[in-house]
Every structure is written in C-alpha cells, then in structure tokens.
C-alpha cells in the first residue's frame, strides 16, 4: 500500500488550495479515507474522513471551508482548502484504514497506512 501527497504550497491567507493522495494498488477500497496535519510543534490531528459509502466528516475548525472527496476510479483522495488561514499552517498527510471489510464507526487508530506529506503554508 502506497500513498503519495500531491498539492502543496504556500498561499495567502483567504486563498486556496487543493491536495491530492494518489493511493496504490488498493485504489481507495479500504474501510475509510483521511486527511491528517501536524503543525510545527503540535500534535498530528484529524482534518476530515470519508467511509467507503461516501460519508464524510470535518474537524470543527475546518468545516464549511475543506472538503474531502475521492475518485475511486483513479484511485485519488482529495482535499480542496477553501478561506485558508494562518493557523491552517501545518504538514498535511493522507491516511488509509486498515480494514476492508465489515466496515463499522470510524476510530483514529484504524489508520494505519501513510504518504509522506505535504507542506501547506499560510502568510498572513
């Protein structure tokens, strides 16, 4: 399993920005998706999830801003970064579920495929 960032950069604040995760060979199949970033100096944090039925959720400070979306057929996450600020500063990683089958209530621990990340920077 391979996950790859794509997307990153460096924007003004109010601008945007869109990642991409190009996943192989398992092209999305797993149990759930997520975007993760880590600030310098803080803890990895949830950004958003898709399940494999589509659902999607957002950590509260990005929500009506980021949206997460895939193409199952091409095998790529996505994240579109819309109103970015300062504070969106960070490393942003995509992640994979462990699980494919019997997908049940997503839980952080479940992710344990990774990419590299991706670099994300905000100026005010």
């Known amino acids: 399993v391979q996950l790859e960032e794509f997307g990153g950069g460096s924007v003004q604040a109010r601008g945007s920005l869109k990642l991409s995760c190009v996943a192989s060979?398992?092209?999305?199949?797993?149990?759930?998706m997520a975007w993760f970033r880590q600030a310098s100096g803080k803890e990895r944090e949830l950004v958003s999830t898709i399940s494999s039925d589509g659902t999607t959720s957002y950590a509260d400070p990005v929500k009506g801003r980021f949206t997460i979306s895939r193409d199952t057929v091409e095998g790529t996450l996505y994240l579109q970064m819309n109103n970015l600020q300062t504070e969106d500063t960070a490393v942003y990683f995509c992640?994979?579920?462990?699980?494919?089958?019997?997908?049940?209530?997503?839980?952080?621990?479940?992710?344990?495929?990774w990419g590299q990340g991706t670099q994300v920077t905000v100026s005010s």
């Open positions: 060979p398992f092209r999305l199949s797993t149990c759930a």
């Open positions: 992640a994979a579920s462990k699980y494919w089958t019997y997908c049940g209530p997503i839980h952080l621990t479940d992710f344990a495929y």
